[in-house]
């Protein structure tokens, strides 16, 4: 991983008043960069080959300037061009994907956030070693699928958006659907509704849910719409399905808003504090957006399967604020809440802070 004192060497060389928002045209692009113009910054835009004619269409959204690459590996040898445009990434599920964790790791530009945040994050097995240590509830983890005896959830690694997720519910099903190419982990299936909480951490901000060190804010919650999960039961039961060889998938296709019931809020603010105070533990803290996945069942328990340590795509819904981030601020979707902690950051002398 780039040494964090080479990035903040970097940065000196920047002029501080023409800082560029910059991420690759996808996921969360429009916010990132509707935000990034809210709050007076210029925005560059990644792609590969011709620009996105999409961004047309959006004029508000679309960045100032584009930056073509052949493909994304590219971007590790094009560090000095975007450094010479002040150029401060912002790190998505898709970016971080296309580049690789760990060649994102070694990227050599100012990133908002704290890339050690990527390795607890990536690797399921250290993720749940995180969240378990907080005192955070998860579903119950098997490491033999031969002791499959009740509906499990097979998850691959890596941010794929749901895809290649699916249930098994006995050893016989795994073998017929598992890729033993692929790193997975197995837990339990957890009935309940999904909710997928969107908070923001700021090391530097005072006023606010306080934590050991800065503030905690709750802008958003979603739900996925995913693939055929939602919909295959119209066409048969589930043995009939099973018979037919026809199974639910997880790929995440769009985003519903969601609204948690009032009384939640305590524990679901309680869950984001214990999180970000043991990523401060763990490896000097996790900064900005993350996103704790979880299932409310019928008793109101909260069961944590996944974190998401970035801004996740669930924010989209919410350019124009939500009933939420509405009570914090007018119209502050997670693209512009980043861009006004780096504003923050940067009047203050404190970059170093927040960019790694």
Known sequence: MVETQE????????????????????????????????????????????????????????????????????????????????????????????????????????????????????????????????????????????????????????????????????YSDFKKRINPAEKYTIQEFVLGTRYYMHYFYSPIKQDGYALSKGTLELLGIDRRVESNADEIFRIGSPTELAEAEIYPTFVVTGNIPLIVRESLLPRIFDMGEKVVEKSLELFGGMIGPFCLEAVVTDTLELKVFEISARIVAGTNLFISGSPYSDLVDENLSMGRRIAREIKMARDTDRLNEVLS
């Not at 990034?36 to 620009?51: L, N």
């Not at 300037?65 to 990434?89: G, H, P, Q, R």
């Not at 964790?101 to 956030?113: C, H, I, M, S, V």
Request: with cysteine; net charge positive; proline share 5%.
């Open 7 to 170: 990035i903040f060497k970097i940065l000196e060389g920047y002029n501080k008043d023409e800082l560029a928002i910059t991420t690759v045209c996808s996921h969360s692009s429009l916010q990132i960069f509707d935000g990034a113009r809210k709050e007076g910054f210029k925005t560059i835009g990644i792609c590969m080959g011709a620009p996105p004619r999409f961004y047309d269409a959006f004029p508000k959204a679309k960045p100032d300037e584009f930056f073509i690459v052949k493909n994304y590996k590219d971007i590790l040898s094009k560090t000095k061009e975007l450094a010479a445009k002040n150029a401060i990434i912002i790190p998505h599920g898709s970016f971080v994907e296309y580049l690789g964790a760990g060649n994102f790791q070694k990227l050599r530009l100012p990133t908002y956030g704290n890339r050690r945040v990527l390795e607890w994050e990536s690797d399921r097995e250290m993720s749940r070693k995180w969240l378990e240590s907080a005192g955070i509830k998860m579903p119950k983890q098997i490491k033999n699928p031969e002791d499959i005896d009740s509906p499990m959830m097979v998850k691959y690694y890596g941010a794929k958006g749901g895809m290649g997720f699916f249930v098994v519910k006995n």
